[in-house]
Each structure stands twice: as structure tokens, then as C-alpha cells.
């Protein structure tokens, strides 16, 4: 309903407005995703409707839609550069035999790529990773394991 009163369902202008990734309201509409409770708080503010109305579907939105203006450190998209399959794939697998386990956010904020991008390309080296990370962050909070 957000996406059709602010763009008539067009959802690449739809992300623009709110300083989204062009695929994420897509995801959202499509199901291949759930919406981050950070990008769904965005949304809210910027189409000024209660968080809690969306979850209860139970949404006015004003028409014409009159947007709020983000804070300037919430005003950034991601550009739709093109993924670099090969550099990206390298360095999870060097992740994954390095010394010192990353999380798999510290690694695509390392590459510059959403970790979702990362997921959706790689999944088994992704959760692998995660795993790992998982197991070395236990262990340094409990040194038995």
C-alpha cells in the first residue's frame, strides 16, 4: 500500500524516496525478503504512519503523499554497481581460511556489499563463514567449547 499511494506501485522510485537498495521494496512485495525493522522505520517516518498500523495493516496514507525529510546521515542509497562475482567469491574463501574469524557483516562491509547481496550470490560460503564466526564468538565467551 506505501509503495502504491507514493509511486503507483513503481518500486525503483519507491526505493529512491526512501533511500533504499532498488530491489528491496520488490523483495518486500514479492516475499523474497522481510522488511529490516531500520528500513521499515525509514519508511514510516519519511510517509509519516505509525510502525504498528503497518503490522495491523491498518494504514491511511495521505494523498498526495507529502514525504518528511530524512536526517542527513539516513539520506544515502546504495548504488546498483555491478557485483564483482569473482573478487567477492575470492575473498570469502580467504576469509574462511584465515586465522581470525569475521563475521560475515565485517566481511561485505570490508567489500563494500550489503551482506544480503552476499547471501543471495554465495549462500553456502555464507553461512559457512557465519558458522565459524558463530563458533569463535561462543568460544571466547565460554573458553570450554
Request: overall charge positive; hydrophobic content about 35%.
Amino acid at each position: 500500500m506505501c509503495i502504491n499511494s507514493a509511486t503507483g506501485g513503481n518500486n525503483t522510485a519507491f526505493a529512491d524516496l526512501m533511500c533504499l537498495s532498488s530491489t528491496v521494496p520488490r523483495d518486500w512485495r514479492t516475499g523474497h525478503a522481510l522488511p529490516q525493522l531500520n528500513l521499515l522505520v525509514r519508511v514510516c517516518y519519511r510517509l509519516s504512519v505509525s510502525l504498528i498500523d503497518v503490522y495491523l495493516n491498518n494504514l491511511t496514507i495521505n494523498n498526495p503523499v507529502v514525504l518528511k525529510e530524512l536526517p542527513s546521515c539516513q539520506q544515502h542509497s546504495k548504488t546498483n554497481r555491478s557485483f564483482d562475482s569473482m573478487k567477492v567469491r575470492d575473498s570469502l574463501q580467504t576469509t574462511l581460511s584465515s586465522e581470525q574469524p569475521l563475521s560475515l557483516r565485517q566481511v561485505a562491509a570490508e567489500l563494500g556489499y550489503d551482506p544480503a547481496d552476499l547471501y543471495r550470490h554465495f549462500p553456502d560460503l555464507c553461512r559457512q563463514i557465519s558458522a565459524r564466526y558463530k563458533l569463535h564468538a561462543k568460544s571466547m565467551f565460554n573458553p570450554h567449547v
